[in-house]
């Protein structure tokens, strides 16, 4: 991919992104298997900003939702029907000029219960019906193996990630999807938000805190069974793909240091480590970084690694790193400096508000900077392409006369896609950039429709009423000349 010094390269991979326990429905159809997101469920008397009780999944929590055999309050079951309505859908996004759409393969779709032999083939073949629509419009297809659809089966059955065993079952779907469409798919990307097995635990890696003795010791333990399975996983596709690329993915948790005290500094320098490079540096670097050694020390906590897990990592890192961006958060170590702060939401964790910038209605603070400077401050790291694989406003639109007129999403874009231009400039090399979400779908925080990202509004409302027809919004025009002009009429 050559780069232009003024702007986006020749090539560039502009699109959308999906994921399938958000977007899809087909709850039970074809013999599909309950997921960890379809027992999400939709409160209307919550505070939609709150997500602990949607993110601490209990024991009680699993059982009330599998007691629940239909749809209702379980907006995830039901998504925007792409199951049946991909054909429109995928149109819409070919008529804005999309190069590439981002969209997961229901893990829970093609092994209703994760420990199969076989798998589910009419789950396949409604895959293979998505390529080749996307196919038709010369649209490549981003695929995510794992995005928050792991079968519920494998939480209550097997304990979920902490047991080892999962990455059998989910080397047999990679394998399975490397096999049937090596041909057909040129990259993909592993986990989801890796790191979210720190903030939204149980989608990430079926833990329930409930049903474990140390919880923090298992989150780390299933974390590291994801990195085993993400390193095979690289394996297999470069042994049944060899044309395809594979990457890894992880909610970028940018972080400023609340003042320039050098014990914020070095708060903030933590909380990177931490919450960010270190799932990169595993992936990427192939090993573990010595910082955690600490971490893992001061918290009691002891990864078992069986024979031949370093091999494993260090064998087989990914081809690009992709990330989701939304918002900067600010930090500090000091109980004194953080009573003076207030507190704001962000995306899976909360956060100190940040004086300086704005917040969409749902507390998440708006900073296109942080995306140039995260850009650059992961490739100056890694030195792998990037792509960005997430990044939008959550707002409620209002369809008036058929008609969204949402300037605010424009200008949320505008400004992150001339720092990414920027970004450009300075040296990073960016395949492609999906933002989220191609068309309104249910959120996976507080499973409400009302806060919707995408260039085509659903009409759908948060209780499931609505006629699910497709509406064009103004940001659908105004992507569509984005990408035209790759990148140079903004």
Same mark, same amino acid.
């Given at each position: 991919m050559e780069h232009s010094k003024k702007g986006f390269p020749e090539g560039f991979l502009w699109g959308g992104a999906i994921a399938a326990c958000q977007a899809e429905g087909g709850f039970g159809e074809d013999h599909k298997g309950i997921s960890v997101?379809?027992?999400? !469920?939709?409160?209307p008397d919550s505070d939609r900003r709150d997500l602990s009780k949607h993110l601490n999944i209990t024991s009680s929590v699993i059982e009330k939702a599998l007691r629940e055999t239909g749809t /209702?309050?379980?907006? /995830? +079951? #039901?998504g925007i029907d792409f199951y049946h309505r991909y054909e429109e859908d995928i149109r819409l996004c070919a008529e804005m000029g999309f190069k590439v759409f981002r969209f997961s393969i229901a893990w829970s +779709?093609? !092994?209703? /219960?994760?420990? *199969?032999?076989?798998p589910n083939e009419k789950g396949l073949e409604f895959y293979d019906r998505v390529l080749t629509e996307l196919e038709k419009y010369n649209i490549e297809p981003l695929v995510t193996l794992s995005h928050f659809e792991m079968p519920l089966h494998i939480v209550n059955e097997y304990g979920g990630w902490k047991n080892r065993k @999962?990455? #059998?079952? !989910?080397? +047999? !779907?990679? *394998?399975l999807l490397f096999r049937r469409y090596k041909d057909r798919v040129r990259y993909w990307i592993t986990f989801n938000e890796i790191n979210a097995g720190r903030f939204s635990t149980f989608k990430s890696t079926g833990l329930v805190e409930d049903r474990s003795e140390h919880y923090l010791q298992d989150c780390y333990q299933a974390i590291h069974h994801q990195f085993v399975a993400s390193a095979l996983a690289v394996e297999k596709c470069r042994r049944f793909a060899p044309n395809s690329q594979i990457g890894c993915m992880i909610a970028r948790l940018t972080t400023y240091p609340a003042t320039c005290h050098p014990d914020d500094v070095l708060q903030a320098m933590l909380d990177d480590q931490y919450h960010n490079f270190f799932y990169m540096d595993v992936q990427a670097r192939g090993a573990y970084p010595p910082y955690m050694n600490r971490f893992f020390e001061d918290n009691g906590i002891e990864i078992v690694m069986e024979p031949g897990d370093t091999e494993i990592l260090q064998n087989n890192i990914i081809d690009f790193i992709s990330f989701s961006y939304y @918002?900067?958060?600010i930090t500090s170590n000091s109980k004194e400096r953080l009573a003076q702060l207030d507190e704001t939401e962000g995306n899976l964790t909360r956060g100190i508000r940040n004086p300086y910038l704005v917040?969409?209605?749902w507390g998440w603070q708006i900073d296109p900077v942080g995306i140039r400077y995260s850009m650059n401050t992961i490739y100056d790291r890694y030195q792998k392409p990037l792509f960005i694989v997430e990044n939008g406003l959550g707002a409620e639109d209002k369809l008036e006369d058929h008609e969204i007129h949402d300037h605010y999403r424009i200008s949320y874009l505008r400004e992150h896609i001339a720092q990414m231009k920027e970004a450009i400039r300075d040296? @990073? #090399?960016l395949i492609g950039y999906t933002p989220w979400s191609a068309i309104d779908i249910v959120s996976s925080g507080t499973s409400e429709m009302s806060k919707r990202y995408g260039f085509i509004y659903v009409d759908k409302d948060d209780l499931g009423n609505g006629t699910q027809k497709r509406y064009k919004k103004d940001s659908f025009y105004w992507y569509k000349q984005i990408i035209a002009s790759n990148g140079a009429d903004l």
């Open positions: 997101s379809d027992i999400s !469920f939709y409160d /209702k309050g379980y907006p /995830k +079951r #039901e +779709r093609i !092994f209703p /219960k994760g420990d *199969e032999l076989l @999962v990455i #059998e079952m !989910f080397i +047999r !779907f990679a *394998e @918002v900067s958060a917040a969409s209605d040296g @990073v #090399e």
